[in-house]
């Protein structure tokens, strides 16, 4: 199968190609090291990674499979149909697995320019090329266009509402989860209208490695092992339902290979918890790894201004994937962070170039007009 996978560079994107690829997926392997080529899980299976080197993309996520004979990147932009066109007729892709996005809220306060072009124009663009590439070659049945999208766009739940699932009406409140919610329509008029094979995917927040150090889960860790403040948004009382990004990918190859064109799959990690108690396990893991006193870091937690419309609950529902695809989320949250705690003490080649070039940790989505 050939499959063009559109943000590969980035956190999710990487974990998918990795494990569609056979590649051990994250055991820090440092971007020198040589890498032998592996072998596909599935031998047959080609990757053509679509990413336009952003800010969030790295090339050490991919390090593991980049001198693969079954892998190779094309720096374009979703968001310029002609160029998706020429790519997509050279490779003739089977399949699209959709990640490329702005994903961060914060930044979606700041500056949403950027959402609306990449999720939704991008979206669109895709489609029309996944659309016309399929059509070109009589493929329109076969082919499958699986776009990953989140629970943000279901809005925020109360403390006793049930979890989010596929029949949640769409309530998307950041500029984040409004674009997101927009390219899930779009997806979804292209199935009922052109016929193209989509599945939509719904997922829940990822942490593990190769998580930009933007994010909650990261930031912590980095800020923790320096020693630094940890901020907090409001009280901490905020909750979110925790999935491991390779747990997430399998979800995702899953929807691609057994997934019913038309059909959405909400897919969590059966893990809520209040933004607190994580900082809180991330303070006492690092405190253990670094031999420290247990309990000293979670003195660095300070409570800061809370983020602007911050929704208080996601959680999901993930019966209908694991009845119909089979897929469980096989990641224990206080196993999955101690790997992912170790993983960013084991891999400061990957983040330390990200801290001093391209984002050094400081707050981001206050929404001051700039
Ligand atoms: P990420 O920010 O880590 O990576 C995004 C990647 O997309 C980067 O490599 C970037 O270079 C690329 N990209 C951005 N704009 C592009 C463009 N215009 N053209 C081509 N490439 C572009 O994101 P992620 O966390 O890996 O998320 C992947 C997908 O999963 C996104 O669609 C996101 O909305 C969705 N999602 C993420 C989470 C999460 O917890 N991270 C949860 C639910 C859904
Ligand atoms: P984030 O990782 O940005 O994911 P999302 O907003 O998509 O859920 O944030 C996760 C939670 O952590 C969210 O409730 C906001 C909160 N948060 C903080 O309290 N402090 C921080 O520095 C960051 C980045 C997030």
Same mark, same amino acid.
């Given at each position: ?38 072998e ?18 790295t ?45 961060h ?45 989140t ?7 109360g ?22 919610a ?6 979804r ?21 190769f ?17 630094q ?23 995702? #190859? ?22 607190l ?5 991330i ?48 990641t224990?949250?206080?196993?999955g962070?101690?790997r ?6 084991d ?18 989505? #206050?929404?001051?007009?700039?």
């Amino acid at each position: 199968m050939k499959i063009a996978v559109t943000g590969g560079l980035g956190f999710i994107g990487s974990a998918v190609i990795r494990l569609l690829l056979g590649s051990s997926p994250s055991e820090g392997e440092g971007p020198h090291e040589p890498v032998e080529p592996v072998e596909p899980v599935d031998v047959r299976t080609r990757v053509m990674n679509i990413d336009k080197v952003t800010y969030a993309a790295t090339t050490g996520s991919v390090a593991s499979v980049a001198e693969s004979p079954f892998y190779h990147h094309v720096e374009i932009d979703i968001a310029d149909g002609p160029a998706l066109r020429d790519a997509f007729a050279r490779f003739e892709p089977d399949a699209v697995i959709h990640l490329a996005a702005e994903s961060h809220v914060d930044r979606s306060i700041d500056g949403p320019d950027a959402f609306v072009r990449t999720n939704v124009v991008g979206t669109y663009e895709l489609l029309q090329a996944a659309r016309f590439e399929a059509e070109r070659r009589n493929v329109l049945d076969s082919f499958r266009f699986v776009h990953v999208s989140t629970d943000e766009v279901f809005g925020s739940l109360g403390l006793d509402d049930a979890p989010f699932d596929e029949t949640t009406a769409y309530d998307p409140r950041s500029p984040y989860s409004a674009s997101k919610a927009a390219s899930d329509h779009f997806v979804r008029a292209w199935h009922e209208t052109y016929g193209l094979p989509t599945i939509i995917t719904n997922c829940s927040n990822n942490y593990g490695p190769f998580h930009f150090p933007e994010k909650l889960i990261p930031l912590m860790i980095l800020k923790a092992v320096a020693g630094q403040p940890l901020p907090v948004y409001g009280r901490g009382d905020n909750i979110r339902d925790w999935l491991y990004v390779e747990d997430h990918a399998r979800a995702i #190859v899953s929807a691609l290979r057994r997934g019913e064109p038309g059909e959405t799959y909400a897919v969590g990690g059966n893990a809520e918890r209040t933004n607190l108690d994580v900082v809180q396990t991330i303070c006492d893991q690092v405190d253990v790894e670094l031999g420290d006193e247990v309990g000293g870091r979670r003195e660095l937690i300070e409570f800061v201004a809370d983020r602007p419309g911050h929704d208080l609950r996601y959680a999901i529902d993930s019966a209908k994937i694991r009845r119909e695809l089979d897929w469980v989320p096989s990641t224990d949250f206080a196993d999955g962070l101690a790997r992912t705690v170790r993983w960013y003490l084991d891999s400061e080649w990957w983040w330390r170039p990200l801290l001093s070039e391209r984002y050094d940790g400081q707050r981001l989505g #206050v929404a001051v007009a700039s």
